[in-house]
């Protein structure tokens, strides 16, 4: 069916156990959605299968699986006997976006820790290593350069210490400059209400129906706002004043503000969790003029996975629920509470949200942005590796703000186990990175095939 | 066309067995229902390269009943246990960290006794897995670790099917074959396949011991199935050796799998075990050993765990009761080869040490035996 909508050619089925379990897992990582929402993880899998890197997006459980498992990840590694630290759990280089403190300065942080755990940290730094090497080969460069490029700046980062005060706010490439002068536009032009609202007939500002963008494939949403269901409208305006009670403060909110106008269904956004339930809420902001009105992001939280060899619900009794999980890393990672002080979570029945505002500022980093400027002579390859070693230092001030379960800070835990070994540290890294990297190509070509083969759901049937 | 077949023996039996065994025993017994509760909760503190870390576990909690026909010639049990929600294994949890209740077994059964020597029962719906059920049947070590073939996620301790007993020279033997979906109680079906179990008992000796009965039996047992929507295979070798005594028992049960984990891989698992009363009501003594190999083609994906306790049963023992307290002191040591996860070469991940003090908790409304 798919080679008839142009996914792909009509591909035979892919053999193998490899395929096989690839077929398993993604099925079982998604069993929820395609009970609720078949439809919702069809897009994911055919989003999945446009490109490596939204490959490598979607399939974090099998990155998990295959580094725990004898497979294709399982390189071993010289840096793995350490604690655990707190990870951002999903780093690779398009979670990587803008964020305006108060003052209105922009600064780059990660921007998703729906993953956010406890775990081995050499996982992170190998999560973001691939995705720098698929990002590289996307762009026709080097990818054990780019790797290399992460590895190098996370050690040296590691080794300057005291990393958890962060990173300079200046960058030091031109596509890390174009990353920062989007999000002081975005900033500028309140690029959030503009896009996605309009104003009705009596002067009210309402957000936009239908779909904006082309679909990549008849069962990929690119970018839609729908109503959302009535009991969802209901819940949601009931609990979310109740936000400002996970709220971190610095900036005084009242439930008044969190008055809601307005709750459309997004679809389309995102790779790995593109068929969650993600909803966009128009409040009342500070003043009942329109202008200021607040548009907010209120998204299913997810489980942040597991590593196979480590229990699970070892450190779940922390938090309440998964949103309470994601808001509490997000700023301990991003090391300020400032980043977004709309950044909350509420609970509409057994659902856990996490609420963050939609302001123009917060753009994300683009591999395709990124390979057009260096194909385009825009920046050169220089200044994309810049973009890795800045990747690999945020990471290092991300794991350096965080601590072990036990509440030792991380960051001389991480100096202990790499100090003197720099070298063997990056070329672990950069072996690591090349072997899974080729992995992933494979990998994107056998989704290719097995959807080709079986349907966009893979063969499950309800 | 073997999946036919054993359905069709199991519904046959289920549906035929009743008016039989009504005709043979209806003056014998009453209907009887049975209702009981099990709860395994307490401390552990636990230390592993991350830190130290003490929790309170609830590791069992369980309520069900069985209920008999007049006659004992059919029936039903109904099971249901309480789990953290969203936990390992757990695919469809609930978001937040939560108890939740779900049925871990359910199930009607008939009886058939042809000859006094032989008896069969049918069972259908969602059934206990007859090698743990075989296996358990000497083991009161649950508030340590499940049986082996549990504890090493090989096999789930029900799963939805049929299948059918037979036993014969007043239980000495026992033959059992299953068909269920192969996932397990905690899953749900994801391939058209089914899952055929074979299992084997006998009691290789019956003796006196300390004036009491005892008996040692052997176990085997075959499993050939698949998991997951690509029909991973998954097949299973088992063999066990257990000893059921007046407060004693000990046992080994050793079981090789194709296909593990989700992946196309080679493991097994081996599990020792030994349990006694040395001073009634004051002191019983256990230990346990367990050692998985996830992947039998790699150099060392081997888990190990030692566990050692001692208990306590200051209210008395279980016996002629129909409710028990056991409280536990224990200590368990874990070691990961360089292969067992999460990453290769960092096994110090996987050790760990922990103290427990556990509270085994149970009562049912019939005196037992």
């Known amino acids: 069916m798919l080679c008839a909508l142009g996914l792909s050619g009509c591909l035979p089925p892919p053999d193998g156990s490899r395929a096989q379990w690839l077929r398993s897992t993604l099925v079982e990582d998604n069993l929820n959605g395609l009970r609720r929402e078949p439809e919702a993880v069809e897009g994911k899998f055919g989003r999945m299968a446009l490109d490596p890197y939204d490959w490598l997006r979607g399939s974090l459980g099998q990155f998990r699986r295959d580094l725990a498992q004898r497979g294709p990840g399982a390189l071993p590694t010289a840096f793995g006997d350490g604690p655990e630290l707190l990870l951002v759990g999903d780093p690779h280089v398009e979670n990587i976006g803008t964020f305006a403190d108060p003052s209105g300065r922009v600064a780059l942080e990660f921007n998703d820790f729906d993953a956010a755990t406890y775990g081995p940290w050499i996982t992170d730094v190998r999560r973001l290593a691939t995705s720098a090497w698929l990002a590289a080969e996307a762009c026709g460069l080097d990818g054990g350069g780019a790797a290399s490029s992460v590895a190098d700046a996370y050690a040296t980062q590691v080794m300057v210490g005291d990393a958890a005060r962060g990173l300079p706010l200046a960058a030091a490439s031109p596509l890390l400059d174009d990353a920062l002068a989007r999000g002081q536009r975005g900033l500028a032009e309140s690029a959030g209400l503009a896009d996605f609202t309009v104003f009705d007939s009596a002067g009210a500002r309402r957000l936009k129906r239908g779909e904006f963008g082309a679909r990549p494939l008849p069962f990929v949403v690119d970018e839609a706002l729908v109503d959302a269901a009535p009991e969802v409208v209901a819940g949601l305006t009931a609990a979310l004043p109740t936000l400002v009670d996970s709220l971190a403060g610095g900036v005084a909110v009242t439930p008044e503000m969190l008055r809601v106008k307005d709750i459309a269904r997004r679809w389309g956004s995102g790779v790995s969790s593109y068929p969650l339930l993600r909803y966009y809420v128009l409040v009342e902001g500070p003043t009942p003029h329109p202008d200021d009105d607040w548009l907010l992001e209120a998204k299913e939280a997810p489980d942040a996975g597991r590593f196979e060899g480590l229990s699970a619900d070892r450190f779940a009794w922390r938090f309440e629920h998964n949103a309470a999980r994601i808001v509490a890393h997000q700023r301990t990672l991003q090391g300020r509470a400032d980043a977004d002080f709309l950044l909350g979570f509420v609970r509409v029945g057994s659902l856990s949200l996490r609420v963050r505002s939609l302001r123009g500022d917060q753009t994300g980093l683009s591999v395709q942005r990124l390979c057009r400027k260096v194909m385009a002579a825009e920046a050169t390859v220089d200044d994309f590796l810049e973009v890795m070693r800045f990747a690999g230092a945020l990471l290092a001030v991300a794991h350096a703000r965080g601590e072990t379960p036990s509440g030792r800070p991380a960051g001389p835990v991480l100096a202990a186990a790499i100090f003197g070994r720099e070298a063997a540290f990056r070329d672990e890294v950069h072996r690591f990175a090349q072997a899974y990297g080729y992995t992933s190509l494979d990998d994107f070509d056998r989704l290719r095939a097995l959807l080709s083969a079986h349907g966009p759901r893979l063969g499950y049937a309800p | ?369």
């Open chain 2, 1 to 369: 066309m073997m999946t036919g077949r054993i359905v069709t023996i199991a519904l046959t039996l289920l549906f035929t067995c009743r008016p039989i065994a009504a005709r043979a025993d209806a003056q014998a017994r009453p209907s009887e229902l049975t209702l009981d509760a099990e709860l395994i909760a307490g401390l552990a503190s636990t230390q592993s390269t991350s830190g130290d870390l003490s929790t309170f576990e609830s590791r069992r909690l369980e309520v069900g009943g069985r209920w008999q026909a007049s006659g004992e010639g059919w029936g039903a049990e109904l099971r249901f246990e309480g789990v953290r929600s969203s936990g390992p294994e757990s695919l469809n949890g609930i978001d937040g960290n939560s108890m939740i209740v779900r049925v871990k077994r359910g199930w009607a059964f008939g009886r058939l006794a042809p000859h006094a020597a032989l008896r069969f029962e049918a069972r259908a719906g969602l059934v206990p897995d007859l090698w743990v059920e075989a296996v358990e049947a000497d083991y009161d070590l649950r508030a340590l670790a499940p049986t082996t073939g549990e504890d090493a996620r090989f096999l789930s301790a029900a799963d939805a099917g049929a299948s059918v007993l037979a036993s014969a020279f007043s239980n000495r033997v026992r033959l059992g074959v299953s068909l269920t979906n192969g996932e397990g109680y905690r899953q749900t079906e994801l391939n058209s396949g089914k899952t055929t179990t074979l299992v084997a008992s006998v009691d290789a000796l019956r003796f006196s011991f300390a004036g009491l009965g005892a008996r040692v039996r052997a176990h085997v047992g075959w499993v050939e199935g698949s998991t997951g929507v690509a029909r991973m295979p998954s097949g299973r070798l088992l063999a066990g050796l257990t000893f059921g005594a007046h407060r004693l028992g000990a046992g080994a049960e050793y079981l090789r799998a194709d296909g593990a984990f989700g992946r196309a891989v080679h493991a097994d698992a081996l599990g020792v075990y030994a349990h006694g009363v040395a001073v009634p009501r004051w002191l019983g003594l256990a230990a346990r050993y367990d050692r998985v190999n996830q992947d039998l083609g790699a150099q060392d994906a081997v888990r190990e765990r030692w566990s050692a306790g001692c208990f306590a049963e200051p209210f008395g023992g279980a016996e002629g009761r129909a409710e028990r307290l056991r409280v536990w002191l224990a200590a368990q040591v874990e070691s990961a080869g360089d292969d067992a996860g999460p990453v290769p070469s960092a096994g110090l991940l996987g050790d760990l040490t922990r103290a427990l003090v556990l509270l085994d908790f149970s009562i049912q409304t019939q005196e037992k035996p």
